[in-house]
């Protein structure tokens, strides 16, 4: 969609919107440190807060046939908001397939809002239990004493790590600090104060920590997993070949909301804020600051989602034969 669409359309008209919705979209847009979850999360909770004051106003049956047009109207530029500000986040594109779908499926008579707040909702209960049924397939992957290497910090791989110590398992973790916002220190935190022996590690140092490493194994999560490969924090790649080439194994931590035919390229071309790694740059000096990388899926052990682990092959079939069912396709070719 053109650049602020949505904008001059909620100009043209309020009626059913939370006054701040535009500023919402603007501080989900401007969050550049939280994991594709956490953004999807933040998405949804915003999907049901406007869906609250669009029934609110839907007193009456001329209210209602109001309130879907607007919904209508509204949520896939909603849809294409959202994902053009994170477009190499694979969950919120499912999260808005499946509220789009649901709006097409729901009957004329039919609550509109009631019935898309409970698909949000189910869609993160989801999300949830997809990371309790990865940490548990995890924990079995792994051996006692293992020296677990991770770069940048998802929610799924940090429930994955303190599952396998509640579970018994006596393990390392070797944190990246994850630039340029260093993610990765808070990750390494969070876990140090779980009890878990923990090492935090300027990302150029990893590679030699994961060579030295007595039985090493590198677990990353997704932002998305595409039939090209696998979208993570810039630098995946570099550890995942690195990986391959030692015979380390190498798992990605991703439940099927992650899972997406493919991405526009420009999600992995998205230029970030050059202040992040220079203050002030000379003149003359590019900065290129881009969050994403993309690892083929050869270079991948397995794949631990919510169903168990599945190979490389197995879910570039299982990619295969996805499709985006409802009218996000015509969006999702926008970001």
Avoid at 214 to 221: E, F, H, K, N
Wanted: charged share 25%; aromatic share 4%.
């Amino acid at each position: 969609m053109p650049k602020n669409s949505y904008h001059r359309h909620r100009k043209r008209s309020t009626k059913n919107a939370p006054a701040d919705l535009a500023a919402a979209v603007e501080k989900i847009r401007g969050d550049n440190v939280s994991g594709s979850q956490a953004i999807t999360r933040r998405a949804a909770a915003l999907v049901e807060d406007w869906l609250a004051g669009v029934s609110s106003e839907a007193r009456d049956a001329e209210g209602a046939r109001r309130a879907r047009r607007d919904i209508e109207d509204r949520l896939p530029e909603l849809a294409a908001a959202l994902i053009n500000a994170h477009p190499a986040m694979a969950p919120l594109y499912n999260l808005f397939d499946s509220l789009l779908l649901c709006m097409d499926e729901t009957a004329p008579g039919e609550d509109a809002c009631a019935r898309l707040a409970r698909t949000a909702a189910a869609f993160v209960e989801g999300m949830d239990e997809h990371n309790q049924a990865i940490a548990r397939h995890f924990s079995e992957v792994i051996d006692n004493d293992a020296a677990i290497f991770t770069h940048s910090a998802g929610s799924t791989v940090r429930a994955a790590l303190l599952h396998s110590v509640q579970a018994g398992r006596r393990v390392t973790v070797h944190c990246t600090e994850s630039r340029p916002l260093c993610e990765g220190t808070a990750l390494a935190q969070d876990l140090a104060r779980a009890g878990i022996a923990t090492t935090l590690t300027a990302d150029s140092l990893a590679f030699s920590l994961l060579r030295q490493a007595r039985d090493p194994v590198l677990a990353a999560g997704a932002d998305a997993i595409t039939a090209d490969g696998v979208i993570n924090k810039a630098g995946t790649l570099g550890l995942a070949t690195a990986a391959r080439s030692w015979g380390i194994p190498f798992y990605v931590l991703a439940g099927s909301e992650k899972f997406l035919p493919a991405v526009s390229p420009d999600a992995l071309r998205q230029e970030r804020p050059a202040a992040e790694i220079l203050a002030r740059a000379s003149a003359g000096l590019r900065v290129v600051n881009r969050y994403f990388d993309l690892t083929p899926l050869d270079c991948v052990t397995g794949i631990v989602t919510e169903r168990g682990i599945v190979t490389a092959r197995e879910s570039a079939r299982e990619l295969a034969g996805m499709e985006i069912r409802s009218r996000l396709t015509g969006a999702a070719r926008r970001v």
